[in-house]
T-cell receptor, first 114, second 108 residues
Framework: DGGITQSPKYLFRKEGQNVTLSCEQNLNHDAMYWYRQDPGQGLRLIYYSQIVNDFQKGDIAEGYSVSREKKESFPLTVTSAQKNPTAFYLC?????????????FGDGTRLSIL | KNEVEQSPQNLTAQEGEFITINCSYSVGISALHWLQQHPGGGIVSLFMLSSGKKKHGRLIATINIQEKHSSLHITASHPRDSAVYICAVPDSGYALNFGKGTSLLVTP
């Protein structure tokens, strides 16, 4: 079955440490997205990628970095510059990067600070 | 930015009740999305609609483009419908702007 796989499900970060969240899709979608969800707030866009080797900042990109070396993979690194990283992170993909395309979501990664 | 307002924020219903969740937005759009977030956190896309009405099983979504308003209805609600329902609208050509969600609890 096609879908999006996020790993790990739970992740803990020590102060000053970078951590990387994995997102893999086998839907052959061109576009991929990373969102952050905080309690009581809507999903906020961190980064998105329209095609391989291209990505754009979203509303809250500071303290995060991404890469898109393969169509299937869009890993997110939470750097030590992100001072409040505790949140639920969701990866999504769509056939094309237009907002009138349905997005398919992974099951998310919950990141906490030790 | 296309502002999205959902109501109610929280909703408790008894099994079998008819449920309505509302979504209003501020800027004209090409399509509106309804999503369901399960208690574990995973999100499923329910509907994407640009006009009129769509139906899938016991779920019905309607949109009024002139009023900038959409509703999600659940008929004959069941405890397994308990989830957070999220409305999203285009914020630019590529991004979506998400509402804060409506948390629904259906009790037996």
């Amino acid at each position: 079955d096609g879908g999006i796989t996020q790993s790990p499900k739970y992740l803990f970060r020590k102060e000053g440490q970078n951590v990387t969240l994995s997102c893999e899709q086998n839907l052959n979608h061109d576009a991929m997205y990373w969102y952050r969800q905080d309690p009581g707030q809507g999903l906020r866009l961190i980064y998105y990628s329209q095609i391989v080797n291209d990505f754009q900042k979203g509303d809250i990109a500071e303290g995060y970095s991404v890469s898109r070396e393969k169509k299937e993979s869009f890993p997110l690194t939470v750097t030590s510059a992100q001072k409040n990283p505790t949140a639920f992170y969701l990866c999504a993909s769509s056939i094309y990067s237009y907002s009138n395309q349905p997005q398919h979501f992974g099951d998310g990664t919950r990141l906490s600070i030790l | 930015k296309n502002e999205v307002e959902q109501s109610p924020q929280n909703l408790t219903a008894q099994e079998g009740e008819f449920i309505t969740i509302n979504c209003s937005y501020s800027v004209g759009i090409s399509a509106l999305h309804w999503l369901q977030q399960h208690p574990g956190g995973g999100i499923v896309s329910l509907f994407m609609l640009s006009s009129g009405k769509k139906k899938h099983g016991r779920l019905i979504a309607t949109i009024n483009i002139q009023e900038k308003h959409s509703s999600l209805h659940i008929t004959a609600s069941h405890p397994r419908d308990s989830a957070v329902y999220i409305c999203a609208v285009p914020d630019s050509g590529y991004a979506l702007n998400f509402g804060k969600g409506t948390s629904l609890l259906v009790t037996p």
